[in-house]
């Protein structure tokens, strides 16, 4: 889909979206695409992309790590999201140690093709504290 | 608060969370934090942490980005999520240009301290396709 089909007049668009509650005007397009039409970015960063894990039920924002191509290979190939390690520089699939695991119902790259959003049925905790989620630390004034 | 008190009994929550439809039933610990007391770990990546960008109504991922010290700082201060452009090498407060800014409504680090979760009211698309989110492009199959 091009740039200009997915943006039915900006004018229109931006109009829309300045209303509350009008957000949902705004379009969202939906391609797909095969793991080998999808040609990841990895060089922007290191080798590395970074990979949002999504609750597919209650979409909270449960952890984010990252994925080298191997990592994001074997993450697609076995549904179980798998990692990068940067600090023990292996493959970690989550839940290999902990039972926590991660099991991929949709898998989204984004627009630049350098960031992965993975959304997922979470197999208890997924932050290593026992928490839900590792996001339960608000920063709460200026 | 400490791990221990985070964490009521790992055996008990590990149980609840394979029952299907039990995630809630995991504890999700809530602290709160100033500006000042938050220490953001830049040097993990080359002073850049990654920020995820989520629609605080509907819950969506909009985009990712990367935040160095200064677009942290900034995103506090003013309320709007300010990136450090990789590509361009400058600040960038998202909607400076296009008008399509991202209000900040709640900010949380995470357990490492290395990611941001901005939860955000998005002006217009997010995406500089005109897509509402960045993540339009599914991979559906090995």
Chains 1, 2 share one sequence.
């Not at 790590?65 to 999201?81: D, H, I, Q, S, Y």
């Not at 290593?128 to 339960?136: D, L, N, V, Y």
């Amino acid at each position: 889909m091009s740039e200009q089909a997915m943006r039915p007049g900006a004018k229109g668009g931006t109009e829309a979206a300045g209303l509350p509650g009008n957000e949902s005007l705004i379009p969202q397009p939906h391609l797909r695409k095969s793991f080998s039409e999808a040609h990841l970015d990895f060089d922007k960063q290191g080798g590395l992309v970074p990979a949002v894990v999504q609750d597919h039920r209650t979409r909270e924002v449960l952890m984010v790590g990252f994925m080298n191509p191997e990592a994001w290979e074997k993450t697609v190939r076995t549904g179980l999201v798998t990692f990068w390690s940067r600090t023990r520089q292996t493959l970690w699939t989550k839940g290999e140690t902990s039972g926590n695991s991660l099991r991929v119902r949709r898998l989204w790259i984004d627009c630049d093709s350098d960031t992965v959003l993975a959304e997922v049925d979470p197999k208890g905790p997924t932050c290593h504290t026992g928490a839900r989620s590792c996001f339960f630390e608000e920063i709460v004034d200026a």
